[in-house]
């Protein structure tokens, strides 16, 4: 590995760590700054008890010090706290809970997306103006442009007799997955028909036509190799959206994933739980467009880590 690779690699993990920071103080603050708090809105609460219990969770204390403790817990022990609301259950073990399930219904859908996506692309470029290409190009026009809970919706309506609803069993995993992957799956389509467009028209293929190599050589030794770059770019992100899951999708099919826990949080003002779960999309994020950016070296040597 050349010290140009290992200046570049440590230079984005550094950048990775300053905008994981920035998420963490940014969500902080803006959260803080909500009018209201945690206990305010529960029943049979008195001011005695409202302040004994914002005493126990450290939130009569100023804001400042506040989040200097919270830091130094989550840098010096990994430590998201406790749920203000899920009583003697710490948020990371609330979080993990819900990913094997987010990442396991993510994980799905990203490698039939991502499959699919590159297949049909590939398809429809080779098969340019031509019926199949129509027809792919009109049903992916049709997924980019509906949001995730329509998409969901329509599956819940079309296919609740045939499967369950409910995403808390392996059969009720089915349509959660394809709703989560149509959109990716039609996204990577286009961007993969677009870019092997581009590299069809390039002078080397035209070259090694001229020379007699094969058709196939040709398509997967050269055109699709290069053409997956701008999908490699989309990957990256898109599997750390998927793999915590789609709220919305997760709210409609009942999948007991992050997502559910995140909505849960947000409406029941559970700070450390709000905190935790951003603090890790934040991470999924940066992680995945570091490595995207490393394996952009591996698809294509001519790329320079400058």
């Keep these: 590995m050349s010290s140009k690779t290992v200046f570049y690699i440590i230079k984005r993990i550094l950048l990775a760590i300053f905008t994981v920071w920035v998420v963490i103080t940014a969500t902080f603050f803006i959260m803080h700054a909500v009018p209201g708090g945690p206990f305010v809105g529960e029943k049979a609460t008195t001011p005695a008890v409202q302040a004994a219990m914002e005493a126990k969770y450290g939130l009569d204390k100023p804001v400042i010090e506040q989040y200097f403790t919270y830091l130094g817990d989550i840098v010096t022990k990994?430590?998201?706290?406790?749920?203000?609301?899920?009583?003697?259950?710490?948020?990371?073990?609330?979080?993990?809970?819900?990913?094997?399930?987010?990442?396991?219904?993510?994980?799905?859908?990203?490698?039939?997306?991502?499959?699919?996506?590159?297949?049909?692309?590939?398809?429809?470029?080779?098969?340019?103006?031509?019926?199949?290409?129509?027809?792919?190009?009109?049903?992916t026009t049709a997924f980019v442009s509906m949001p995730s809970f329509i998409i969901g919706t329509l599956l819940l309506v079309a296919f609740s007799k045939l499967l369950p609803a409910n995403g808390s069993s392996a059969a009720g995993m089915i349509l959660p997955i394809i709703t989560l992957a149509l959109y990716p799956m039609a996204y990577i389509t286009r961007l993969t028909r677009s870019s092997m467009l581009d590299v069809l028209g390039q002078d080397y293929i035209r070259?090694?036509?001229?020379?007699?190599?094969?058709?196939?050589?040709?398509?997967?030794?050269?055109?699709?190799?290069?053409?997956?770059?701008?999908?490699l770019t989309y990957l990256g992100p898109m599997l750390a959206y998927i793999v915590t899951g789609s709220l919305v999708v997760e709210k409609i099919f009942a999948v007991p994933g992050i997502g559910r826990v995140f909505i849960s949080s947000i409406t029941n003002r559970d700070y450390p739980m709000i905190m935790g779960t951003t603090i890790i999309l934040a991470v999924l994020i940066v992680v995945m467009n570091l490595v995207t950016d490393i394996l952009y070296k591996l698809v294509d040597p001519r790329i320079n880590f400058e």
Excluded: C
């Design 78 to 139: 990994f430590d998201f706290g406790p749920s203000l609301k899920q009583r003697n259950q710490d948020v990371i073990d609330i979080i993990m809970d819900g990913m094997k399930t987010s990442a396991m219904l993510g994980l799905i859908a990203a490698g039939i997306s991502t499959l699919f996506g590159i297949v049909l692309g590939a398809v429809a470029a080779l098969r340019r103006n031509k019926f199949i290409d129509r027809v792919i190009m009109i049903v």
């Design 207 to 231: 070259t090694a036509r001229a020379k007699g190599v094969s058709g196939r050589k040709i398509i997967f030794g050269h055109a699709l190799k290069n053409s997956l770059i701008p999908v």
